[in-house]
Protein backbone atom coordinates (compact mmCIF):
# COMPACT_ATOMS: atom_id res chain seq x y z
CA UNK A 1 0.00 0.00 0.00
CA UNK A 2 1.77 3.28 -1.05
CA UNK A 3 2.33 5.43 1.59
CA UNK A 4 3.51 9.26 2.55
CA UNK A 5 7.31 8.94 3.43
CA UNK A 6 8.48 11.75 5.61
CA UNK A 7 12.57 12.29 6.86
CA UNK A 8 14.04 12.70 9.20
CA UNK A 9 11.87 11.02 12.16
CA UNK A 10 13.54 12.92 14.65
CA UNK A 11 15.30 16.21 14.67
CA UNK A 12 17.18 17.84 18.01
CA UNK A 13 18.20 21.55 16.79
CA UNK A 14 19.64 24.34 18.82
CA UNK A 15 17.41 27.30 18.33
CA UNK A 16 18.81 30.24 15.84
CA UNK A 17 20.11 26.77 13.58
CA UNK A 18 18.20 26.17 10.32
CA UNK A 19 16.34 22.57 9.90
CA UNK A 20 14.61 20.89 6.79
CA UNK A 21 12.11 18.57 6.29
CA UNK A 22 11.26 16.34 3.31
CA UNK A 23 8.16 15.15 2.50
CA UNK A 24 7.13 12.22 -0.58
CA UNK A 25 3.65 11.64 -1.14
CA UNK A 26 1.70 9.14 -2.37
CA UNK A 27 2.48 8.68 -5.91
CA UNK A 28 0.07 10.43 -7.95
CA UNK A 29 -1.45 12.97 -5.34
CA UNK A 30 -1.49 16.69 -6.88
CA UNK A 31 -2.19 18.15 -3.56
CA UNK A 32 -0.17 18.14 -0.34
CA UNK A 33 -0.20 19.65 2.71
CA UNK A 34 2.32 20.69 5.57
CA UNK A 35 0.93 20.62 9.62
CA UNK A 36 2.35 21.23 12.89
CA UNK A 37 0.95 19.97 15.51
CA UNK A 38 1.64 20.97 19.09
CA UNK A 39 1.13 17.99 21.65
CA UNK A 40 -2.63 17.37 23.04
CA UNK A 41 -3.84 20.05 19.93
CA UNK A 42 -5.31 19.09 16.23
CA UNK A 43 -2.81 19.65 13.51
CA UNK A 44 -2.88 23.07 11.69
CA UNK A 45 -1.97 23.42 8.75
CA UNK A 46 0.94 25.46 7.49
CA UNK A 47 0.95 25.53 3.41
CA UNK A 48 -1.07 23.71 1.21
CA UNK A 49 0.57 22.87 -2.56
CA UNK A 50 -1.27 22.00 -5.36
CA UNK A 51 1.06 20.43 -7.86
CA UNK A 52 3.77 23.18 -7.32
CA UNK A 53 2.05 25.68 -7.14
CA UNK A 54 1.19 27.35 -3.14
CA UNK A 55 -2.65 27.70 -3.21
CA UNK A 56 -2.76 28.85 1.04
CA UNK A 57 0.36 29.72 3.04
CA UNK A 58 -2.00 32.04 5.40
CA UNK A 59 -0.87 30.35 8.40
CA UNK A 60 2.82 29.90 7.52
CA UNK A 61 4.82 32.16 9.24
CA UNK A 62 6.73 33.58 6.34
CA UNK A 63 9.06 35.34 8.46
CA UNK A 64 10.84 32.29 9.16
CA UNK A 65 9.45 29.24 7.34
CA UNK A 66 9.76 28.51 3.65
CA UNK A 67 8.16 25.97 1.84
CA UNK A 68 8.57 24.44 -1.75
CA UNK A 69 7.50 21.59 -4.60
CA UNK A 70 9.57 22.66 -6.97
CA UNK A 71 8.88 19.65 -9.12
CA UNK A 72 4.93 19.36 -8.33
CA UNK A 73 6.51 15.94 -6.02
CA UNK A 74 8.20 15.87 -2.83
CA UNK A 75 8.58 18.94 -0.86
CA UNK A 76 10.48 20.63 1.56
CA UNK A 77 9.59 22.71 4.66
CA UNK A 78 12.49 25.10 6.02
CA UNK A 79 12.81 26.64 9.38
CA UNK A 80 15.59 29.53 9.87
CA UNK A 81 16.27 30.26 12.10
CA UNK A 82 14.56 27.74 14.92
CA UNK A 83 12.86 29.15 17.88
CA UNK A 84 11.97 26.88 20.96
CA UNK A 85 8.66 27.44 20.33
CA UNK A 86 8.83 25.41 17.17
CA UNK A 87 9.32 22.42 18.86
CA UNK A 88 6.36 19.62 17.37
CA UNK A 89 5.08 17.15 15.31
CA UNK A 90 5.35 18.17 11.21
CA UNK A 91 3.12 16.59 9.53
CA UNK A 92 2.71 15.80 5.96
CA UNK A 93 -0.03 14.63 4.23
CA UNK A 94 -1.23 14.13 0.11
CA UNK A 95 -4.61 14.14 -1.21
CA UNK A 96 -5.61 13.22 -5.37
CA UNK A 97 -6.77 16.69 -6.28
CA UNK A 98 -8.45 19.40 -3.79
CA UNK A 99 -11.57 18.18 -4.21
CA UNK A 100 -11.18 14.90 -2.79
CA UNK A 101 -9.87 15.95 0.67
CA UNK A 102 -9.22 12.68 2.00
CA UNK A 103 -5.90 13.19 3.29
CA UNK A 104 -3.11 10.78 4.14
CA UNK A 105 -0.44 11.31 6.37
CA UNK A 106 3.24 10.55 6.61
CA UNK A 107 4.84 9.56 9.99
CA UNK A 108 5.71 13.14 10.96
CA UNK A 109 8.36 14.55 12.10
CA UNK A 110 9.39 15.02 15.32
CA UNK A 111 11.07 18.76 16.13
CA UNK A 112 12.98 19.15 19.36
CA UNK A 113 14.44 23.15 19.65
CA UNK A 114 16.85 23.49 22.68
CA UNK B 1 -18.07 30.73 13.54
CA UNK B 2 -17.09 27.85 12.12
CA UNK B 3 -16.26 25.14 14.65
CA UNK B 4 -15.17 21.43 15.16
CA UNK B 5 -15.90 19.98 18.80
CA UNK B 6 -14.99 16.80 20.03
CA UNK B 7 -16.28 15.02 23.33
CA UNK B 8 -15.14 14.19 25.43
CA UNK B 9 -11.71 15.12 25.79
CA UNK B 10 -10.58 11.87 27.33
CA UNK B 11 -12.43 8.46 27.16
CA UNK B 12 -11.20 5.15 29.50
CA UNK B 13 -13.11 2.00 28.64
CA UNK B 14 -12.94 -1.13 29.93
CA UNK B 15 -12.27 -3.91 27.64
CA UNK B 16 -15.53 -4.81 25.59
CA UNK B 17 -17.32 -1.89 27.48
CA UNK B 18 -18.77 -0.16 24.00
CA UNK B 19 -19.47 3.96 23.96
CA UNK B 20 -19.45 6.74 21.62
CA UNK B 21 -17.06 9.64 20.50
CA UNK B 22 -18.97 12.72 19.57
CA UNK B 23 -18.34 15.42 16.97
CA UNK B 24 -20.21 18.46 16.81
CA UNK B 25 -19.76 20.98 14.31
CA UNK B 26 -21.17 24.22 13.24
CA UNK B 27 -20.26 25.03 9.47
CA UNK B 28 -21.70 26.36 6.15
CA UNK B 29 -21.90 23.68 3.01
CA UNK B 30 -20.22 21.14 4.43
CA UNK B 31 -18.72 18.69 2.40
CA UNK B 32 -17.66 15.65 4.14
CA UNK B 33 -16.47 14.44 7.38
CA UNK B 34 -13.33 13.06 8.04
CA UNK B 35 -12.54 10.46 11.22
CA UNK B 36 -8.92 9.39 11.67
CA UNK B 37 -6.96 7.49 14.69
CA UNK B 38 -3.64 8.60 15.76
CA UNK B 39 -1.35 6.77 17.86
CA UNK B 40 1.62 8.61 19.66
CA UNK B 41 4.13 9.58 18.14
CA UNK B 42 2.59 8.99 15.08
CA UNK B 43 0.76 10.23 11.73
CA UNK B 44 -3.41 10.18 11.57
CA UNK B 45 -4.74 7.17 10.50
CA UNK B 46 -7.22 7.82 7.93
CA UNK B 47 -10.57 5.54 8.98
CA UNK B 48 -13.95 6.86 7.91
CA UNK B 49 -15.32 9.32 4.94
CA UNK B 50 -18.93 10.60 5.74
CA UNK B 51 -20.93 13.00 2.82
CA UNK B 52 -24.02 13.04 3.79
CA UNK B 53 -26.72 13.02 6.71
CA UNK B 54 -27.93 9.44 7.26
CA UNK B 55 -24.89 7.65 6.11
CA UNK B 56 -23.18 4.81 7.98
CA UNK B 57 -19.67 3.15 7.63
CA UNK B 58 -18.14 0.00 9.36
CA UNK B 59 -14.63 -1.23 9.74
CA UNK B 60 -14.42 -4.18 12.52
CA UNK B 61 -15.40 -2.58 15.74
CA UNK B 62 -15.79 1.08 14.57
CA UNK B 63 -18.94 2.74 13.10
CA UNK B 64 -19.13 6.25 12.48
CA UNK B 65 -22.31 7.74 11.71
CA UNK B 66 -23.39 11.12 10.34
CA UNK B 67 -26.04 13.68 11.35
CA UNK B 68 -26.79 17.02 9.86
CA UNK B 69 -25.24 18.61 13.40
CA UNK B 70 -22.79 16.10 14.56
CA UNK B 71 -21.01 12.40 13.63
CA UNK B 72 -20.66 9.22 15.99
CA UNK B 73 -18.07 6.92 16.52
CA UNK B 74 -19.06 4.00 17.89
CA UNK B 75 -16.87 1.54 19.50
CA UNK B 76 -17.80 -1.87 19.87
CA UNK B 77 -16.41 -4.31 22.87
CA UNK B 78 -13.35 -2.64 22.67
CA UNK B 79 -9.99 -4.23 22.41
CA UNK B 80 -6.37 -2.40 24.69
CA UNK B 81 -5.32 -1.69 21.05
CA UNK B 82 -7.88 0.55 19.85
CA UNK B 83 -6.44 3.01 22.41
CA UNK B 84 -5.34 5.82 20.21
CA UNK B 85 -6.76 9.68 19.94
CA UNK B 86 -9.27 9.62 17.45
CA UNK B 87 -9.69 12.92 15.47
CA UNK B 88 -12.47 14.59 13.64
CA UNK B 89 -11.62 17.07 10.38
CA UNK B 90 -14.39 18.51 8.22
CA UNK B 91 -14.59 19.98 4.96
CA UNK B 92 -16.72 22.20 3.97
CA UNK B 93 -16.83 25.69 1.91
CA UNK B 94 -17.88 26.56 -1.81
CA UNK B 95 -15.28 28.09 -3.93
CA UNK B 96 -12.66 27.99 -1.51
CA UNK B 97 -12.19 24.21 0.02
CA UNK B 98 -11.89 24.57 3.89
CA UNK B 99 -10.95 22.17 6.18
CA UNK B 100 -10.71 22.06 10.50
CA UNK B 101 -9.55 20.02 12.73
CA UNK B 102 -11.12 18.81 15.75
CA UNK B 103 -8.35 18.46 19.30
CA UNK B 104 -9.45 14.88 19.26
CA UNK B 105 -10.47 12.41 21.95
CA UNK B 106 -7.81 10.37 23.94
CA UNK B 107 -9.38 7.15 24.39
CA UNK B 108 -7.63 4.36 27.01
CA UNK B 109 -8.88 1.05 26.82
CA UNK B 110 -7.90 -0.74 29.64
CA UNK B 111 -7.47 -4.69 29.71
Known amino acids: EAEVAQSPRYKITEKSQAVAFWCDPISGHATLYWYRQILGQGPELLVQ????????DSQLPKDRFSAERLKGVDSTLKIQPAELGDSAMYLC????????????FGPGTRLLVL | EDQVTQSPEALRLQEGESSSLNCSYT??????LFWYRQDPGKGPEFLFTLYSAGEEKEKERLKATLTKKESFLHITAPKPEDSATYLC????????????FGTGTLLAVQP
Open chain 2, 27 to 32: VSGLRG
Open chain 2, 89 to 100: VIFYGGATNKLI
Open chain 1, 93 to 104: ASSKDRGQETQY
Open chain 1, 49 to 56: FQDESVVD
